[in-house]
């Protein structure tokens, strides 16, 4: 597990920094826009101040990102700048993930809370916390998956157009979570699209119920609940159309091992929660496994720990190169 060790938010100006930021899942199921959770795997962010501005994307999941100057993480690195009355007009970026593209886990969250994180240390953290849950925030329109970014564990959050509250809860010791993730893509734009404009006042008061109580069966550790509590009438019965295999596993997974399961965000990945003693853990991956087979989807299966940090700040970027840092050759 990486994490802070203690050397969290250094408050002075740096020329260079590294930052490691989770993935998450957003919903949970019944807390649509709402409800999010930090996972163990991992994009990171090195930014300096530089001569001249350059971007460097590496590994397979970022093919295709802009790397000039209209690149979402020098923008928004920009924007922190900006508010923060600093100016740092060119930079370094480089940037590495293990967060798949646009399959529910929240890649493109964690890039935009590393770039203003980033940008953040670079001001000797001028701006709060809270405000960068706010930019980031404006940008995505829901606080789900960068307020599980930024600020790690379970998050519930609310976001009125202006102002954004957020608040964290360590996930429960025994949880681990096993995601199970199709080989296409799925846009959030097309699986909004798919979603009602009205519910009914019984669906409302459905997801009210489960919502609620999911959040006081994770704050509580009363994982029996979870079941009962991460049912969803609000967006995954529409979404269902648009992931193969996705109906049947909502409706089985309990019972092959799963306490709870529910698409990840928007998706087309799903998320079983699972007691991490539990000796269903090799059955539950089988069968959602060849739930999608059936189907004829290929995918891959993935165990995550909850993590209870969001993002972890490297200081030191001389001694160690940063693939070192980020392929854990180094652990600080
Ligand atoms: N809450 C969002 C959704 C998460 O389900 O559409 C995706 O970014």
């Not at 429960?172 to 699209?193: G, N, W, Y």
């Amino acid at each position: 597990m990486i994490t802070n060790k203690g050397f969290e938010k250094i408050d002075t100006p740096r020329k260079a920094v590294r930052v490691a930021i989770p993935a998450s899942t957003a919903n949970l199921g019944p807390g649509f826009d709402t409800l999010g959770m930090a996972l163990g795997l991992y994009s990171w962010i090195e930014m300096k101040e530089a001569a001249q501005t350059s971007i460097t994307l590496l590994g397979d999941q970022l093919y295709g990102i802009p790397t000039d100057k209209t690149n979402l993480i020098y923008k928004m690195a920009q924007a922190v700048f900006r508010k923060a009355n600093v100016s740092i007009p060119e930079l370094e970026i480089t940037m590495y993930s293990d967060i798949p593209l646009t399959r529910g886990l929240g890649s493109s969250a964690s890039a935009l809370i590393g770039a203003l994180a980033a940008a953040n240390a670079l001001t000797g953290h001028v701006l709060p916390d809270e405000e960068l849950l706010h930019m980031a925030t404006a940008f995505e329109k829901h606080p789900d998956n960068v307020g599980a970014s930024l600020y790690g564990g379970i998050v519930v959050a609310t976001w009125d157009g202006q102002h954004a509250n957020c608040v964290r809860i360590t996930p429960p010791t025994e949880l681990q979570a096993l995601v199970i993730i199709p080989d296409f893509q799925l846009s959030t734009t097309k699986a909004r699209e798919v979603l009602p404009t009205q519910l009914s006042m019984a669906d409302a008061i459905y997801n009210i119920s489960r919502s609620s109580l999911l959040v006081a069966a994770l704050y509580s550790g009363k994982l029996h609940l979870i079941r009962e509590a991460m049912q969803d009438r609000l967006h995954q019965p529409y979404r269902a159309t648009l992931v193969p295999g996705m109906e049947q596993i909502l409706e089985q997974a309990t019972n092959h091992g799963a306490l709870g399961i529910a698409l990840s965000g928007a998706g087309p990945t799903m998320i079983a929660f699972v007691d991490r003693h539990s000796a269903q853990k090799e059955q539950l991956a089988h069968y959602l496994m060849d739930t999608m087979k059936a189907q004829g989807i290929t995918a891959s299966t993935l165990w995550l720990e909850p993590v209870t940090e969001g993002v972890i700040y490297y200081y030191d970027t001389e001694t160690y190169s940063f693939m070192d840092i980020v392929k854990g050759e180094v652990r600080l």
